[in-house]
């Protein structure tokens, strides 16, 4: 009997590697070499970005039919999943000194990698007003009950800095960015960073 079962088993193994084997959609993967050829033209040196372009997504999942976002400055994100009250409910953890923040809040991607001379498009994709602002280093914003435990960039806090407020759809281009490691942060939600590595 257990003869038969282990037969059996090896026989729908099999079978499933068969029909993998023959699906064109599994065979039609581009070549490592080829994506990174196509990417380098494109000013993306990464191959293995997560958007294989020169874009950076503002993003954040508020639930537009959650009256209780009115309150700070309304959300028009169709459907979105996350209530004020999660949002809230993400902002700190037992185990962090310092504000954590909801994950459906980022920059996607975090990290980008492109060639001088390229420019880079932000686009704000969520339904609350962010900011992108360049900062020297990862600090707060100009929210305090969203800086627990950091202290504020100088460029998100006035007369210091003036940081500009992108929309829902709202874009920015970032252009001219000398080689180096740039660093942005939203200066409402300070955990929303990314880098730009401009080689």
């Known amino acids: 009997m257990s003869g038969f079962r282990f037969s059996s088993s090896m026989l729908f193994v099999l079978t499933a590697l068969a029909a993998c084997g023959g699906d064109p959609v599994s065979q039609q993967r581009p070549d490592a070499a080829a994506l990174a050829q196509s990417d380098a033209s494109r000013g993306v040196l990464n191959a ?12 954040d999942d508020c639930d537009a039919d959650d009256l209780a976002w009115a309150a700070t400055g309304g959300c028009v994100l169709r459907g ?18 310092a ?14 990698r492109v060639t001088a001379g390229r420019s880079v498009q932000v686009r ?6 962010h900011t992108f602002t360049p900062v020297a280093a990862f600090g707060g914003g100009f ?8 202290t504020a960039a100088p460029e998100c806090v ?25 660093r942005f942060q939203c200066c409402l939600h300070p955990w929303m960073r990314a880098l730009v590595k401009v080689e």
Do not use: K, M
């Not at 902002?91 to 962090?96: D, E, G, Q, T, W």
């Not at 006035?158 to 740039?182: F, K, S, W």
């Open 48 to 59: 293995n970005d997560q958007h294989g372009s020169r874009q950076i997504a503002i993003l």
């Open 80 to 97: 979105g999943a996350v209530p004020e009250a999660e949002f809230g409910a993400f902002l700190v953890s037992p185990l962090a000194a």
């Open 99 to 112: 504000v954590v923040g909801h994950p459906g809040w980022r920059n996607e991607p975090s990290y980008l």
């Open 124 to 129: 704000n994709q969520g339904g609350r007003a």
């Open 143 to 150: 929210v305090p009950p969203l800086n627990f435990g950091l």
């Open 158 to 182: 006035p007369p210091t800095g003036t940081p500009q407020i992108v929309p829902p759809g709202g874009r920015l281009e970032l252009e001219n960015l000398a080689p180096g490691n740039h």
